[in-house]
């Protein structure tokens, strides 16, 4: 990878700061200063330091995206707006929605380049749970309640158990559900199946991953630490291995 492109990947700067600041000399690999922007670098064996500060290159990146509106789950599209289209350019890189949110759905939706994490939060093998808030016209009842708790008959599968928590029950009724699989309109199918309709819809939790409430539509932050340590944990994986611990 070329030097310039690794720290700016990194977010040491943008490229054409980069470039200049490596041609000054302040930049050095394996201890010596290099001054080609071009110079190909190993970013898992050599030590790149930027103004005295060491620069190491992080192979997986994590951002939660509280998902606006009117946005595709997808990496590109030649006419609609993407989540991915939402992270600055230079963040990019390789990154992919875990799972798919309907264009009309907000909420939290995590976005990664580690493909294994990705794959295991989404396998049916282990039953993530996602919880989403959902604005229902219709009466939601007690009897929606435990149907929800057998689980929903569709035409092409049965849904698992569902929690159905009713908040308000008017003509517009306020509801949180959690689903353990993530079927193609799981929700807005499961509603039509007891003949009510979904209006709004935002998804609050995925496993241990609770929506920040600090951001606002179409605002991200990678995620912490500890969000990552139990994710990961739920998944039996290691923080950012992207490898697997079984
Ligand atoms: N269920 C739906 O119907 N839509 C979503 O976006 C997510 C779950």
Same mark, same amino acid.
């Given at each position: 990878m070329r030097l310039d492109k690794y720290l700016a990947d990194m977010n040491a700067g943008t490229r054409s700061e980069l470039k200049r600041d490596i041609r000054k000399g302040l930049v050095t690999v394996g201890g010596s200063v290099v001054k080609d922007p071009g110079r190909n670098v190993e970013p898992l064996t050599e030590t790149v330091c930027y103004r005295g500060r060491k620069i190491e290159y992080e192979t997986y990146v994590y951002y939660m995206l509280n998902k606006p509106a +009117?946005?595709?789950?997808?990496?590109?599209?030649k006419r609609m707006q993407t989540?991915?289209? !939402?992270?600055?350019e230079e963040r990019r890189r390789d990154i992919f929605p875990v799972g798919r949110l309907d264009k009309d759905t907000e909420g939290l939706l995590l976005i990664t380049n580690d493909g294994e994490l990705a794959h295991r939060l989404l396998s049916?093998?282990?039953h993530v749970d996602k919880k989403y808030f959902a604005r229902i016209r219709g009466r939601v009842t007690d009897e929606d309640v435990i149907a929800f708790a057998r689980g929903i008959p569709l035409m092409d599968f049965t849904c698992m158990p569902a929690d159905l928590v009713i908040e308000r029950s008017g003509e517009i009724s306020e509801v949180t559900v959690i689903i353990r699989e993530g079927k193609f309109h799981q929700i807005k199918r499961m509603f039509e199946a007891v003949d009510k309709e979904v209006i709004y819809l935002k998804r609050l939790e995925m496993g241990s991953l609770i929506l920040d409430p600090? !951001?606002?539509? +179409?605002e991200f932050r990678r995620l912490t630490e500890e969000e990552l340590r139990s994710l990961s944990a739920l998944a039996g994986l290691s923080p950012g291995s992207g490898a697997r611990q079984e």
């Amino acid at each position: 990878m070329r030097l310039d492109k690794y720290l700016a990947d990194m977010n040491a700067g943008t490229r054409s700061e980069l470039k200049r600041d490596i041609r000054k000399g302040l930049v050095t690999v394996g201890g010596s200063v290099v001054k080609d922007p071009g110079r190909n670098v190993e970013p898992l064996t050599e030590t790149v330091c930027y103004r005295g500060r060491k620069i190491e290159y992080e192979t997986y990146v994590y951002y939660m995206l509280n998902k606006p509106a +009117g946005v595709i789950s997808a990496t590109e599209d030649k006419r609609m707006q993407t989540v991915v289209d !939402l992270l600055p350019e230079e963040r990019r890189r390789d990154i992919f929605p875990v799972g798919r949110l309907d264009k009309d759905t907000e909420g939290l939706l995590l976005i990664t380049n580690d493909g294994e994490l990705a794959h295991r939060l989404l396998s049916p093998k282990y039953h993530v749970d996602k919880k989403y808030f959902a604005r229902i016209r219709g009466r939601v009842t007690d009897e929606d309640v435990i149907a929800f708790a057998r689980g929903i008959p569709l035409m092409d599968f049965t849904c698992m158990p569902a929690d159905l928590v009713i908040e308000r029950s008017g003509e517009i009724s306020e509801v949180t559900v959690i689903i353990r699989e993530g079927k193609f309109h799981q929700i807005k199918r499961m509603f039509e199946a007891v003949d009510k309709e979904v209006i709004y819809l935002k998804r609050l939790e995925m496993g241990s991953l609770i929506l920040d409430p600090e !951001l606002a539509p +179409g605002e991200f932050r990678r995620l912490t630490e500890e969000e990552l340590r139990s994710l990961s944990a739920l998944a039996g994986l290691s923080p950012g291995s992207g490898a697997r611990q079984e």
